[in-house]
């Protein structure tokens, strides 16, 4: 049995892992973090892991290696398309994953880390650009504004009713919305639409400009309310 720790920053996508092995006898999640704190508890916590992390959690590289080496664990990065795979595996990393990789992939990698290997990702994975997306890009064209901007919710890990609260509307409407969604993206349930959006460039990089825009948004509207009562 390969214990291996999950730590991103993307709930959404944490979950998508878990589904993927839990068709995996050979390999099991031990823990799943969602900040830096929390990996580096899980990793001396459960010495002679897989720890499967993503970049984005900024770990201080040279402390985290070391510490791999000292628990006798193996880290695997999941890197954004735009990162260099190679910069990774010259800090003593055993592996890396984009984060579209497909669940086939994540496996092969996890077995071949676990077997004392180096897991390079395939080339081509980080070779297509949002214009090669073709499907990305079908899909994105049939999307409407709103629909979009469920979508960078649902990647942000929200729930209906949050959504319906932030885009000020009823679950029913959102659920309405969902079914639309999956119809023209092909997908069964909200995380299957959240990994075929991150699996798809142009549509990740849509999601997390819109996502970003309502943020500012939001804060922008609260600052002026904020100002409104101070005035009042």
Known sequence: MTKIILADVQPIYRAGIARVLSNEPDLHIVAQCSDMERTLHAVTTFPAS????????????????????????????????????STFLQMGLHGV??????????????????????????????????????????VRERLTPKEMRIIALIVQGCKNR????????????????????????????RLELALFILHHRVL?????????????????????????????
């Open 204 to 232: 990740a990089e849509a999601a997390s400009e819109l996502g970003a825009t309502m943020e500012r948004e939001e804060t922008a509207r609260a600052n002026s309310l904020s100002q409104l009562d101070e005035s009042a």
């Open 97 to 138: 994953l984009f984060r579209g990789s497909s669940g086939q992939l994540l496996v092969g990698c996890l077995r071949t880390v676990a077997s004392g290997q180096v897991c390079q990702p395939v080339l081509q994975e980080n070779a297509m650009t949002s214009s090669e997306d073709s499907v990305g890009i079908r």
């Open 50 to 85: 897989l720890v499967l992390f993503s970049s984005a959690l900024q770990p201080e590289w040279q402390r985290f290696t070391l510490l791999l080496e000292t628990m006798g664990s193996r880290g695997i990065v999941i890197a954004e398309n735009t990162e260099a795979a």
């Open 162 to 189: 949050e959504i319906a609260f932030r885009l000020k509307t009823t679950e029913q409407v959102i659920k309405n919305y969902l079914r639309s969604i999956y119809d023209k993206t092909g997908v069964g349930d």
